[in-house]
């Protein structure tokens, strides 16, 4: 019954932000607008989505490591199980269906936390790759300066930032503390993994950096594709912010909630019309769908090619 309340709560999240922008769009200025965007500057946005994934696959191996894994995937392994997570993350409600398959199927990476402590090590990742979001959108703030009135974004990035490492924090702290916490939890704690190599966890940061940079740059290409005077260090007030919506477990793959973050901040920062607000977003999101198809794909052929 929880799953099915989640997964009804998740199509309600989706349809409300879908109607809401529905409410404020004609579709056929829409249609045109995404039509202006070259194919050319599409292909490039699918290219960084992708390296993104891939930045994202040595990631997560460089963060086993700092946890302690001893039998981590080979490269090219983890460069698959992202793209079939991708796939899952995009194509799901919830966005965390990937992430929770691929913990699972790294459990062996573990000595002793086996699946435990590979789905710790995939929430840290999360959580790394959120950080990076409100991080580069301060970069994005301090960037622009005065030039565009951006001082509420900067409770967004104080929050998001704070949030992220409190859970960064608490779950490589999480098994020191067990001994005075409550037994039901105490008993959870001891199984998470604890923080083993600091330079590594410090590698894993800057990785999560550049694969949400890699996504800026895709969002980016997309905008000034549409609106030319958009600078890359002015995309990062609206791309990470956008793109932060896939965290949302209420829609799928932050469709809805994506789509009026680019109408709201790209009309109020770059006095972006509805339709070419609209069609950025789309064309973000075609992008991560075209990309994550890819890992649907990889995942039939290798069920093809394991058949008796």
């Not at 079939?84 to 965390?96: C, E, I, K, T």
């Not at 969002?219 to 030319?228: A, I, K, M, N, T």
């Not at 260090?233 to 789509?259: D, K, M, N």
């Not at 999101?285 to 290798?302: D, E, I, P, S, Y």
Request: proline content about 4%.
């Amino acid at each position: 019954m929880r799953r099915w309340l989640g997964l009804a709560l998740r199509v309600l999240g989706t349809g409300a932000g879908l109607a809401y922008i529905a409410t404020r769009v004609d579709v056929s200025d829409a249609r045109s607008a995404l039509a202006r965007i070259p194919v050319l500057s599409f292909a490039l946005a699918v290219a960084l989505v992708a390296a993104n994934v891939v930045a994202g696959a040595v990631r997560w191996r460089v963060l086993m490591r700092a946890y302690g894994a001893t039998a981590i995937p080979p490269l090219p392994r983890a460069i698959y199980l992202y793209f079939v997570s991708f796939f899952y993350n995009n194509y799901l409600p919830g966005a965390v269906a990937g992430d929770v398959g691929r913990g699972v199927v790294a459990r062996d990476a573990f000595a002793t936390e086996g699946a435990t402590g590979a789905l710790a090590v995939v929430l840290v990742e999360r959580a790394l790759g959120l950080f990076a979001l409100f991080a580069l959108l301060a970069v994005g703030i301090l960037t622009t300066g005065s030039a565009i009135d951006s001082r509420d974004l900067w409770l967004w990035t104080g929050l998001g930032c704070a949030g992220s490492l409190f859970l960064v924090l608490a779950i490589a702290g999480a098994r020191r503390l067990a001994p005075t916490l409550p037994a039901f939890l105490a008993k959870r704690a001891a199984k998470l993994p604890v923080l083993h190599d600091r330079r590594a966890f410090a590698a894993a940061t800057a990785w999560s950096l550049a694969t949400q940079a890699l996504t800026a740059a895709a969002g980016w290409v997309l905008l000034v594709s549409l609106v030319p005077s958009i600078g890359l260090g002015a995309s990062l007030l609206l791309v990470p912010l956008a793109a932060a919506t896939t965290f949302l477990p209420i829609t799928v793959g932050g469709a809805g909630a994506r789509e009026a973050v680019y109408i709201t901040l790209g009309g109020r920062l770059f006095g972006m019309s509805v339709p070419d607000a609209l069609a950025a977003s789309l064309g973000f999101w075609f992008a991560h769908l075209a990309v994550a198809a890819c890992g649907g794909v990889a995942q039939l052929v290798a069920r093809r090619q394991t058949r008796p």
